[in-house]
Nanobody, 126 residues
Framework: QLQLVESGGGLVQPGGSLRLSCAAS????????IGWFRQAPGKEREGVSC????????NYADSVKGRFTISRDNAKNTVYLQINSLKPEDTGVYYC???????????????????WGQGTQVTVSS
C-alpha cells in the first residue's frame, strides 16, 4: 500500500513562503502521477497542482499560477510544493495525492486520485 506523508505546513504571514514535502513509502513513486489538493474551511477540495511521473509535465490551478511550483525527486521518493507570495485565501489543509492510471498530459486536477495523504495545515494570517 502506497503511503503519503505531508510535512512543511505552518503559520505564515501574507507574502511569505513555505515548502511542502510529500514523502512516499511502500512503492516507488516514479510510477505515480502526483498532485496537491487543498481544502479551506467550509469549501470543497481544490486541485492545486500536479506533476507527471518523470516530472516533465506540470499543471496548476489558475489561482496559484506563478506562485506555486511543484517538483519531484524520484530518487528520494519525495514530491515538493514551493509556495510563494502566500495569500490568506491559500489557507487550508494541503493534501498530497497519487495515482497510477491518470496518465493525462497535462495531468489533471480532479479529485480522482486513488491515494491521499493525511494533509498538512497551511495558515496565512498576519
Amino acid at each position: 500500500q502506497l503511503q503519503l506523508v505531508e510535512s512543511g505546513g505552518g503559520l505564515v504571514q501574507p507574502g511569505g513562503s513555505l515548502r511542502l514535502s510529500c514523502a512516499a513509502s511502500g512503492f516507488p513513486l516514479d510510477n505515480y502521477v502526483i498532485g496537491w489538493f487543498r481544502q479551506a474551511p467550509g469549501k470543497e477540495r481544490e486541485g492545486v497542482s500536479c506533476i507527471s511521473r518523470r516530472g516533465d509535465s506540470t499543471n496548476y490551478a489558475d489561482s496559484v499560477k506563478g506562485r506555486f511550483t511543484i517538483s519531484r525527486d524520484n530518487a528520494k521518493n519525495t514530491v515538493y510544493l514551493q509556495i510563494n507570495s502566500l495569500k490568506p485565501e491559500d489557507t487550508g489543509v494541503y493534501y498530497c495525492v497519487a495515482d497510477l492510471g491518470l496518465l493525462f498530459r497535462p495531468c489533471i486536477l480532479s479529485p480522482a486520485y486513488d491515494h491521499w495523504g493525511q494533509g498538512t495545515q497551511v495558515t496565512v494570517s498576519s
